[in-house]
């Protein structure tokens, strides 16, 4: 890159040859699907705003390779969201509105939560009961949501953190390697009251 180091975290460019920090978002997602799937959960269906990002794609992976592994005839719902909360919204409404609606959502950023948990309570859908919930997130606020919330919780200060110390490594010495530097930090799956009722 004409000299001047170059560190990917989080959202990555598979195309240039560079370090990258990044978390399991397959393993994550298929983390998540199966947690859902353990809960009883038949129609889960998997919220993202992007089929271009890498992370998104992965997270696709892993929730459709959990859907199979189960072999119970699951059928994979990937729906693509905007970056408008109020379509957004409305939108939730009519899936969750509808006779045939998932039993089970994972949103792949947290923002698509809030319209989750506002689409549900307009219905009248009982979370964890009638709608179970789980959020890629690291909102401070998932343990206070009415029910609390489900989520991945992704390491961002660690990946931070060791994006930082690779910079500073490249800079420092002249033979370093950056596209060496490739890491890769797990995310947790914590359980709340959003899949499991008194969680």
Known sequence: MNGIPLVFFDRVCEEVNTAKITTND????YKATQ?????GCKRIALLSISTCLSISNKRLEGYEQAL???QVGY???NILCENDAVANYCFMQKIMGDQNRPDGMIA???KLTTDIYLACKELKLNIPQDVKVISFSNLSSASILNPSLTT???PAFEMGKAAAIV????????NFTLHDECLTIPS????????VANA
Do not use: A, M
């Open 188 to 195: 947790e799956l914590i359980v709340r009251g959003s899949t």
């Open 35 to 39: 947690h859902l799937i353990d809960c």
């Open 68 to 70: 199979k592994d189960n």
């Open 75 to 77: 059928e994979p719902i």
């Open 26 to 29: 397959f393993e994550s997602s």
């Open 108 to 110: 792949t950023v947290e």
């Open 167 to 174: 910079l500073f490594k490249s800079l420092e010495k002249k």
């Open 152 to 154: 991945i919780t992704q």
